[in-house]
Every structure is written in structure tokens, then in C-alpha cells.
């Protein structure tokens, strides 16, 4: 029993498991079985070369995947930043307009205040002279 075929080897071998196994997958292992063995060294070549270009693509894709994850990142943190830029110049604009609304109604109070203070100043200093003319025509 010396064959050399490794086919025909392997078809013994899985005949023997034919109560074990349902016909048509036995067919199709067979079938599989022949081509593996069966292939030329071209056609080795061409599926080692077929497995390194899927390995290039992989590569490659998986480097346009990191390169646009990147990118999208890049504008997504600028679009933030821009957002991020117009609320400071709002919350400015408004900080801006209540310090200003603040900053004259404290001084209208100063002056109010100031102009209170001259009033009684008038007030006491019209008092006093009043009471030296009086004193001094009294005389």
C-alpha cells in the first residue's frame, strides 16, 4: 500500500469516517483536501503575495483610519475652541455692560452724596452768616 499521492493518502483516512460523517461534507472536504495539495508552488506564491498585498491594504487602511481619526479630531478641537471663544467674547460683552451700568450708578451715588454734602455745607455757612450780620447790626 505505498502510495504516494498524499490526496488519495488523506481520502483513506477520511473514507474510514464515512459512518461518522454525512456524505456531502465529506465530499466537500475531499474536494477542499485536493486543492491544498494539488496546488502548484505559483499558486502558493500568488496566495503568499495575494496574503501580503491584503496585508499592505490592512495596513494601509488601518493608517488612513488613524490619519482621518486625527483630522477629525483636529477639527473637532477647533470647533470647540471657536465655541469656546465666542462665549468668552459674550460673557466679556456682558460683564462689560453691568460693570458699566455699576460703575454709574455708584458714581451717580457719589455725586448725589457730594451734592448733599455741599447743600447742607450751603445751608449751615448761610445759617452762620446770617447769625453774624444779626450779631453785628445788633451791635
Known amino acids: 500500500m505505498g502510495c504516494s499521492n498524499p490526496a488519495a493518502v488523506l481520502a483513506g483516512r477520511l473514507k474510514f469516517c464515512t459512518v461518522l460523517l454525512p456524505c456531502v461534507v465529506l ?6 483536501f485536493n486543492l491544498i495539495l494539488n496546488h502548484s508552488w505559483d499558486d ?3 496566495a503568499y503575495a495575494g496574503r501580503n498585498l491584503f496585508g499592505l491594504l490592512k495596513n494601509q487602511h488601518q493608517a ?21 471663544e465666542r462665549r468668552n467674547v459674550a460673557t466679556m460683552v456682558i460683564q462689560a455692560l453691568y460693570k458699566g451700568w455699576k460703575g454709574r450708578k455708584e458714581a451717580f451715588a457719589r455725586k448725589k452724596e457730594k451734592m448733599a454734602a455741599i447743600s447742607i455745607q450751603r445751608i ?4 452762620l452768616g446770617r447769625n453774624k450780620a ?6
Open 27 to 32: 465530499t466537500m472536504t475531499l474536494t477542499y
Open 44 to 46: 502558493r506564491l500568488q
Open 64 to 84: 488612513v483610519t488613524a490619519i482621518s481619526s486625527i483630522w477629525r479630531g483636529k477639527m473637532s478641537r477647533q470647533r470647540v475652541q471657536r465655541l469656546v
Open 124 to 127: 449751615y455757612r448761610g445759617y
Open 134 to 139: 444779626t450779631s453785628e447790626r445788633d451791635k
